[in-house]
């Protein structure tokens, strides 16, 4: 089985997912510092190695961990061993860390947000048309960015003056090119801020799930510090870096099929199935970290061996042509059925993809009611990748918003 090196700098995301397709259901991956995983690269596959128990979180199952070959200073040590959480356990210790989280998220409760996002959204929107007219707007910064971290925010009850030193962070800590010796100071001012803020919000509980863990804990839930302060910077983390990115792929994704974004905006095609087509073709989250076999696992023709480590990767399994036909290659806000697995699946499907699914929602009708005569101020072809191998994440998207609701200004 030939081993494919992803890219650190993910200059052809759409060339790399092809190539694990190519290389069958289970694929040999190196990730960036020289680690040797397997990847599963098709839907079917993806769908029951999710659902096998044989599949576990546990780091310590992981033969490269137990004979010290993963450094504590690689640049992905903070997603394959990210501390106690939801995320890195199974079975009942699972159930009882991702109980709270998930009665906060379920789709009725998250509806419930609906008229404060509404708001945010409005205010952004103000902000950006009163920038100055003609010139090209970052739409991420100004738009894609600060509705989910002040939502994800809210909901944790995270200070808004904590923002910049959680951007930053979070910058440093899904990036492949944070220098080495960065990485264990980064990791430990990480802690040190989510430990910080659940001491104030002990202090000072309020109306927020940050403050729903405390008090669980201190009835007899049996959190630990630890793993209320994982599960924050956890929620955190994927609560705004996934929404982010599926606002500003579904703006390109309209923009780069124009006569899809005018039957959109004619009210032909509903939002959502914009939204769940983009989720499928151009996946927020291009693979995810990580997970370990207890036993040899059959995987198609080819064995996942006891001890290795899995690899998720959505950007291959949302274009597998076994699952979506001959024209999984293509955008088609049409389609339908289509049963993507872009949250993920199973125990660990992601508790915060209907918030995701609220908010895009809401942003991106809004935001082309706005500016009806939004464009891309580059070419696609133009637009970078970030150097994130887990994150389908953009530099920038630089758009010409035109004149508000189409008129002159």
Partial sequence: ???????????????????????????????????????????????ALLTDSRVVKDINVWGAWQRGEIPMDWPLIGLANPGRSMLTVDGAD?????????????????????????????????????????????????????????????????????????????????????????????MADLGTLFTKIVDDKR??????????????????????DEEIVNTLQLIIAAGHETTISLIVNVVEALQTHPEQREKVLNGEIPWDGVIEETLRWNTPTSHVLIRFATEDIEVGDKILPRGEGLIISFGALGRDEEQYGPTAGEFDATRTPNRHIAFGHGPHVCPGAALSRLEAGIA??????????????????????????????????????????????
Avoid: W
């Fill in 94 to 186: 699972h159930r009882r860390l991702r109980a709270l989280v998930a009665q906060a998220l379920t789709v009725k409760r998250v509806e419930r947000l609906r008229a404060g996002i509404e708001a945010l959204t409005n205010a952004s929107l103000e902000k950006l048309a009163a920038l100055p007219a003609g010139q090209p707007v970052d739409l991420k910064a100004e738009f894609a960015y600060p509705l989910p971290m002040n939502v994800i925010s809210e909901l944790m009850g995270v200070d808004a003056a904590d923002h910049p030193r959680l951007k930053e962070l979070f910058e440093k800590f899904f990036s492949t090119q944070t220098p080495p010796e960065e990485v264990p100071q980064m």
């Fill in 364 to 409: 991106l009708p809004a935001l082309y009611e706005r500016f009806p005569e939004l464009e891309l101020a580059v070419p696609a072809s133009e637009l970078r990748n970030k150097p994130i191998v887990t994150q389908n994440d953009l530099y920038e998207l630089p758009v010409e918003l035109g004149c508000p609701f189409g008129h002159d200004a």
């Fill in 203 to 224: 202090a000072n509980p309020g109306d927020d799930l940050t403050s729903a863990l405390i008090a669980a804990s201190e009835d007899g839930d049996h959190l630990t």
């Fill in 1 to 47: 089985m030939t081993r494919i090196a992803l890219d650190p700098f993910v200059t052809d995301l759409d060339g790399e997912s092809a190539a694990l397709r190519a290389a069958g259901p289970l694929a040999e991956v190196e990730l960036p510092g020289g680690v040797h995983v397997y990847a599963v690269t098709r839907h079917a596959e993806a769908r």
